[in-house]
């Protein structure tokens, strides 16, 4: 199975996630630039963290409009997988792959750390791996993770059980104190309505690696490759 | 076609919360300006742009403003002023 990693000016993590799914998992991994228009054969799509196009006018505002993003578009309208991580999940919300929108943090910094997410649904494409309700080990690192939608594109996510994980607190609880960034309902990531598209704040590609102390990432590259290839 | 200079003012939407407004906003409050009640940090941008009319080059900085100056879903606009470069 192939991803394919895209790579904006001023991604970060593509690497990152290019040996997750080389070394973590043992998967094909092709790195696509963004000004091309060839998805080389790719099975998933990665989106990945940074700060494309120095994060100007809006994070993810400028590298949806990078040539590439055509064919990410086609792709995810034919039912395509994406993973949109961080930087990429910016990208999806400004690309209108996925609703709401990330904003500044809601106490001004910049955060670079541990945080505890809870996987609240299980049965998409990304989280298949996971267990119901288990409590994730996941490194954020953003100044702009607090996620806000209208109510009523809030309400449709929690009804149709699109919000995949959730910060939590030591207890496992959606408290106040679980959530880093002031996100509404302690939302961490969604998915779209098709179940193709999934973005989130903190970084799986970061905690894919048990000699790093943090393997928490990795079940959800097995989940694609479970999903996909089956 | 003549050429226009028009600027936008683009703030956080009601509703949402703005930290650095709040964080603004405290700050007068401790120099002593009591009478702030709430304060909103957005961006101003100002476009050059060739057009027939104030009105055309107006029209199409809203365009641009609707599809990527201003994000709906989080911002408001509003065309602040519409003049000569």
Same mark, same amino acid.
């Given at each position: 199975?192939?991803?394919?990693?895209?790579?904006?000016?001023?991604?970060?993590?593509?690497?990152?996630?290019?040996?997750? $799914?080389?070394?973590?998992?043992?998967?094909?991994?092709?790195?696509?630039?963004?000004?091309?228009?060839?998805?080389?054969?790719?099975? !998933?799509?990665?989106?990945?963290?940074?700060?494309?196009?120095?994060?100007?006018?809006?994070?993810?505002?400028?590298? *949806?409009?990078?040539?590439?993003?055509?064919? $990410?578009?086609?792709?995810?309208?034919?039912?395509?997988? !994406? &993973?949109?991580?961080?930087?990429?999940?910016?990208?999806?919300?400004?690309?209108? &792959?996925?609703?709401?929108? &990330?904003?500044?943090?809601?106490?001004?910094?910049? &955060?670079? *750390?541990?945080? *505890?997410?809870? $996987?609240?649904?299980?049965?998409?494409?990304?989280?298949?791996?996971?267990?119901?309700?288990?409590?994730?080990?996941?490194?954020?690192?953003?100044?702009?993770? *607090?996620?806000?939608?209208?109510?009523?594109?809030?309400?449709?996510?929690?009804?149709?059980?699109?919000?995949?994980?959730?910060?939590?607190?030591?207890?496992?609880?959606?408290?106040?104190?679980?959530?880093?960034?002031?996100?509404?309902?302690?939302?961490?990531?969604?998915?779209?309505?098709?179940?193709?598209?999934?973005?989130?704040?903190?970084?799986?590609?970061?905690?894919?690696?048990?000699?790093?102390?943090?393997?928490?990432?990795?079940?959800?590259?097995?989940?694609?490759?479970?999903?996909?290839?089956? | 076609? =003549?050429?226009?200079?028009? =600027?936008?003012?683009?703030?956080?939407?009601?509703?949402?919360?703005?930290?650095?407004?709040?964080?603004? @906003?405290?700050?007068?409050? =401790?120099?002593?300006?009591?009478?702030?009640?709430?304060?909103?940090?957005?961006?101003?941008?100002?476009?050059?742009?060739?057009?027939?009319?104030?009105?055309?080059?107006?029209?199409?900085?809203?365009?641009?403003?609707?599809?990527?100056?201003?994000?709906?879903?989080?911002?408001?606009?509003?065309? @602040? =002023?519409?003049?000569?470069?």
């Amino acid at each position: 199975m192939r991803f394919g990693i895209v790579t904006f000016p001023g991604s970060n993590s593509d690497i990152d996630a290019y040996q997750t $799914v080389v070394d973590g998992i043992g998967e094909e991994a092709v790195m696509l630039w963004h000004k091309g228009h060839d998805l080389g054969g790719a099975d !998933v799509l990665i989106l990945p963290g940074g700060f494309a196009y120095g994060d100007y006018l809006r994070a993810g505002a400028i590298a *949806r409009f990078s040539p590439i993003m055509r064919e $990410v578009r086609a792709f995810a309208d034919g039912g395509g997988r !994406v &993973l949109a991580i961080c930087n990429g999940f910016q990208i999806a919300c400004e690309a209108g &792959l996925l609703p709401g929108a &990330l904003v500044r943090n809601a106490g001004l910094k910049f &955060l670079g *750390r541990s945080v *505890r997410v809870r $996987v609240e649904s299980t049965g998409t494409a990304f989280t298949n791996a996971y267990a119901p309700g288990q409590v994730l080990r996941l490194p954020i690192a953003h100044g702009e993770g *607090r996620f806000v939608a209208d109510q009523q594109v809030i309400e449709e996510l929690e009804g149709e059980g699109r919000v995949v994980m959730r910060y939590v607190d030591a207890a496992g609880d959606p408290a106040p104190e679980g959530n880093p960034n002031g996100s509404m309902h302690n939302i961490a990531g969604i998915i779209n309505a098709a179940g193709n598209v999934f973005g989130l704040m903190p970084h799986p590609e970061r905690a894919a690696d048990a000699l790093l102390g943090a393997p928490d990432g990795l079940p959800m590259f097995e989940s694609l490759v479970a999903r996909v290839a089956a | 076609m =003549s050429r226009f200079r028009v =600027s936008v003012h683009i703030v956080p939407r009601t509703g949402i919360l703005d930290p650095q407004g709040h964080a603004v @906003a405290d700050a007068l409050h =401790s120099l002593g300006f009591a009478q702030v009640r709430d304060v909103r940090v957005g961006r101003h941008v100002v476009v050059d742009a060739d057009a027939e009319t104030p009105e055309a080059a107006g029209h199409a900085v809203r365009a641009m403003c609707e599809r990527l100056l201003a994000n709906p879903v989080i911002e408001d606009f509003e065309i @602040a =002023s519409i003049g000569r470069p």
